[in-house]
């Protein structure tokens, strides 16, 4: 299986912050990583597909890069809808598709 | 507009088998580039990937459940379902369906994302 880490797994931070969110792959997935954001008791919603594509529908403060074997999550000047659950997801090998552990980010 | 729900029993006993249907609508499994995947997350844990099917009824399963899983589609009812065989208080999940669509590599082969899923339906495993 290739692992997905992320980091860190919980973050705090202000409304108009700029975040960071880290995923790491245990192996190389060249750029085949997605982005979701989960609210408490509803499903995800992708946000960024192929490491770098912003979904449609998806604000623009929100921008995915890396190849290889690192990826980031930046989300630029937080809105109070922003915070939630994000998980990262490699497409790269169906044995199987694997999520990270998730990183909440929560409100400072 | 592209919806899925998912359907299916809340409780199942231990070693029974579990059926999940995901009923959508706004898009066709006929159509070519789509799929239906499966996504579950136990209470409080992360979302891990079960199994998914393409339009041309290409089947793809998590490895370790592969033994227990089986997708089908019925594209005239706009449905696809999921079977769970031998069913153990850690299946106790939160079970999506999600639509799938994939880039595909120069070698042709498919690297899916799930781009809209259903509100999930939640299994509890319990005597």
């Known amino acids: 299986d290739i692992q997905m880490t992320q980091s860190p797994s919980s973050l705090s931070a202000s409304v108009g912050d700029r975040v960071t969110i880290t995923c790491r792959a245990s192996q190389s997935i060249s750029s085949y990583l997605n982005w979701y954001q989960q609210k408490a008791g509803k499903a995800p919603k992708l946000l960024i597909f192929?490491?770098?594509s912003l979904q449609s529908g998806v604000p623009s403060r929100f921008r995915g890069s890396g190849s290889g074997t690192d990826f980031t999550l930046t989300i630029s000047r937080l809105q109070p809808e922003d915070f939630a659950t994000y998980y990262c997801?490699?497409?790269?090998?169906?044995?199987?598709?694997?999520f990270g552990q998730g990183t909440k980010l929560e409100i400072k | 507009q592209i919806t899925l729900k998912e359907s299916g029993p809340t409780l199942v006993k231990p070693t029974q088998t579990l059926t999940l249907t995901c009923t959508f609508s706004?898009?066709?499994?006929?159509?070519?580039?789509?799929?239906v995947g499966w996504i579950r997350q136990p209470p409080g844990k992360a979302l891990e990937w079960l199994a998914l099917?393409?339009?041309?009824?290409?089947?793809r399963y998590r490895p370790s459940l592969k033994s227990r899983l089986t997708i089908t589609k019925d594209t005239s009812k706009n449905q696809v379902v999921l079977t769970m065989t031998n069913m153990d208080p850690v299946d106790t999940a939160t079970y999506y369906c999600a639509h799938t669509v994939y880039l595909v590599t120069t070698y042709g082969y498919r690297r899916p994302y799930f781009d809209y899923w259903g509100q999930g339906s939640l299994v509890t495993v319990s005597s």
């Open positions: 997801q490699q497409s790269y090998s169906s044995s199987p598709y694997t």
């Open positions: 192929a490491a770098s």
């Open positions: 706004g898009f066709s499994l006929s159509t070519s580039g789509v799929g």
């Open positions: 099917i393409y339009w041309d009824d290409d089947q």
